[in-house]
């Protein structure tokens, strides 16, 4: 079985859908010659020449509006934010104007543009470098948002952002690039939507979402040591949400769990508790637990991060206070 | 190609499509009829014709929430229009838009915008479009002067610069942002020149003038087709209402306002069409019969057309 890196499975992913579709075109800083900070577009000039993989000044607001008006004519534009802190600059662009183009114009308009970016933090790149933000693009009607975990969603995921016909913020983490998975040679797609049950367990449900899903798979594996059940489920996309997954592990479980890197202050767990105890009061054991990075800027120093992000012992803690 | 009378007489017929249409809208928001705002480009329709007239349809545009005759102008249905603004679902967004969001790919309008400088950003996507293409196709953005200060107007200019993008920044100085004379916001005369500085063509013309914009706009698109990149255009011009139905304008002298409407585009082209283009007094006549004739029909349409079902708020999220 082949395995590669995230980073690779994005590459390929790219390699494989601008070799089909002479209209994607990829737009970002620094991703030419440097192949991004990230690397992740390494080769793709060499491959694809300067009009397909575009080195744009420093001028996000500039060029995730241009990226928008391909997108109305007919192009396909993938947009690589350096960093997702950096969404804020270009925040009109997208949430004004690409999120809310094809309502506001009774649907005579479609805006096929994906943007990449990775977040999050572990790094120790301080405040403005280690954001999450999948709740934002969650809350504001109109982008198809995605989380991928591991290398195989991360390709699979990002095939099939690549023939979607509505935005799609495509969110990858700065500490998963190097991760190795298995990742097929042939060619598959993964709708978004679809919940990854990533371990299945009787006793409690994990839910989380892109990097916090290693530690959550860590967490359940030392549960079970403890002769604690816990499924994994991993969401991979918050729009679509795929609740009925959610809800039909809970129906089994009684408990459940979320976990995600983001803030927890209104994360995508308190959205989540929402609807399974509008949906699912009547199965619940215990109070809903949610797990979400403290809610103060993301710190630099190894220590305090430690405690800002949350990580395996977090999740575990969360498990053991619902099921004693 | 000079324009010929026949031509002559279709810009006059839509500036003065364009004027009543503004009038009755206005009316249909003293009554309450027209919710939100609305910001009338009464004045500015030599701005509008004059630059849409150098377009082809097939050529991409962005305006601004001052677009409805820059919209019509284009080619958007007046009929579709006033019942967009009336909130009906026969509008061109099926009432999802309203008055600062008309949209139609279908003759290259790729939106209103009710965000000031955001379509200088988004012409340039469609540019690009254009050039990937191969196509001779350009794209044409309007805007204000207040835009000008805005962040993202900057990286438009510096993009389209860079890229050597067919694209023409059609600025429409009418001396006001809102209620704030731009003259203090912007340390130099002139805007153009700050467009200058970004490494492309500028012009400055006579925006109560529709042939005068119509030749400076339809240089910055042949120079734009032929890959000479893109053109900043500063058209000085004047809204003769407020900003919004409704602004007391304290901000500006009666008298400044009747020195402009002295020189009402309205009035003066059909006496310059007449005194120096061959054009009978006859033929502005009907024209006008026939205008207002339209505007009761596209009332009428826009009065009768039903309302969105409920159920329609939940469509048109995703392709
Ligand atoms: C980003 C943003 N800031 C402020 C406003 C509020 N606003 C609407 S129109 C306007 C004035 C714009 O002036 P100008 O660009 O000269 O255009 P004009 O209205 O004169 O056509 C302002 C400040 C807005 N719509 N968008
Ligand atoms: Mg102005």
Known sequence: ?324 | MPLTQDDLLRMYRMMLLIRRFEERATQYFMNGQIRGSFHPCIGQEATAVGGCFALRQDDYMTCTYRGHGQSLAKGLDAKEAMAELLGRRTGCSKGKGGSMHFTDPRIGLLGENAIVGAGAAIINGAALTARLDGTDQVGLTFFGDGATNQGVFFEALNLAAIWQLPVIFFCENNLYSEMTPIRDMVRTDSLADRAGAFGMATAVVDGYDPLAVYDTTLAAVERARAGGGPTFIEAMTYRLVGHMVGDSEPYRTKEEVAEWRARDPIVMFPRRLVAEFGVSEQQIGAIDAAVAAEIEEIARFAEQSPWPEPHEAAEDMWA
Do not use: C
């Open chain 1, 1 to 324: 079985m082949r395995e590669i890196t995230y980073a690779q499975a994005v590459r390929e992913a790219l390699t494989e859908g601008m070799t089909h579709d002479p209209n994607i075109i990829l737009i970002g800083e620094d991703i030419g010659l440097y192949g991004g900070v990230f690397k992740v577009t390494e080769g793709l000039l060499a491959k694809f020449g300067p009009e397909r993989v575009r080195e744009t000044p420093i001028s996000e607001a500039g060029f995730v509006g241009a990226a928008v008006g391909m997108a109305m004519t007919g192009k396909r534009p993938v947009v690589e934010l350096m960093f997702m802190d950096f969404l804020w600059v270009a925040s009109d662009q997208v949430f004004n104007q690409a999120a809310k183009m094809r309502y506001m114009s009774g649907g005579r308009v479609k805006v096929p543009m994906v943007i990449r970016s990775q977040q999050g933090g572990g790094r120790g790149n301080g405040a403005q470098h280690s954001q999450s933000f999948e709740t934002i693009f969650t809350h504001i009607p109109g982008m198809k948002v995605v989380l991928p975990a591991t290398p195989y969603d991360a390709k699979g995921l990002l095939k099939t952002a690549l023939r979607e016909d509505n935005p799609v913020i495509f969110i990858e983490h700065k500490l998963l690039y190097n991760t190795r998975g298995h990742v097929p040679e042939e060619d598959y797609a993964i709708p978004f939507g679809v919940a990854d049950i990533k371990r299945e367990g009787s006793d409690v449900t994990l839910v989380s979402l892109s990097r916090t899903v290693l530690f959550a798979l860590e967490a359940a594996e030392e549960a079970s040591r403890d002769g604690v059940s816990v499924e994994v489920i991993d969401l991979r996309t918050t729009v679509p949400l795929d609740l009925e997954a959610i809800l039909k592990s809970v129906r089994k479980t009684g408990r459940l769990v979320i976990a995600h890197e983001a803030h927890r202050r209104l994360g995508i767990g308190a959205e989540i508790a929402a609807l399974v105890q509008e949906q699912a009061f009547d199965y619940l054991d215990a109070p809903i637990a949610r797990v979400g990075a403290m809610d103060v800027p993301i710190p630099a120093s190894k220590t305090l991060e430690d405690v800002v992000l949350p990580g395996k012992s977090h999740i575990l803690d969360a498990i053991r206070a619902i099921v004693s």
